[in-house]
């Protein structure tokens, strides 16, 4: 059974125990969040419109990290301008526990 979720305006594919790098959730490390589901699927797959009624994906929070830094170099040829600026995303892994419905 795997179920579709959203969350910080994406949407995930997830499973069971899966692991799941998603953007930043203000929860804890260990805490139990619940999500809404758009889509279970399996044997008998429901879609909902737009949330599956009575659907839920429970995760915990495994740990808070940082994407890879991405660099954003501007340059005018010949006019002596330049512009450096770095940037590193927040992510949250997480722990799919249960998805119920």
Partial sequence: MFAVIK?????????PDQLVTVGKIDAE???????????LGGDSPKVGAPLVDGASV?????????????????????Q?????????????VVRVTSIAG
Avoid: C, W
């Avoid at 969350?7 to 499973?15: D, H, M, P, S």
């Avoid at 490390?29 to 889509?39: D, E, H, I, N, Q």
């Avoid at 429970?58 to 010949?78: D, L, M, N």
């Fill in 7 to 15: 969350t910080g305006g994406k949407q995930y594919r997830v499973a």
């Fill in 80 to 92: 002596n301008s330049r512009r450096k600026i770095g940037h590193r995303q927040d992510f949250t």
């Fill in 58 to 78: 429970t995760i915990e929070v495994v740990k808070h990290t940082r994407g890879a830094k991405i660099i954003a170099f501007k340059k005018r040829r010949r």
């Fill in 29 to 39: 490390a260990g805490s139990s969040v619940t999500l809404p589901v758009l889509m």
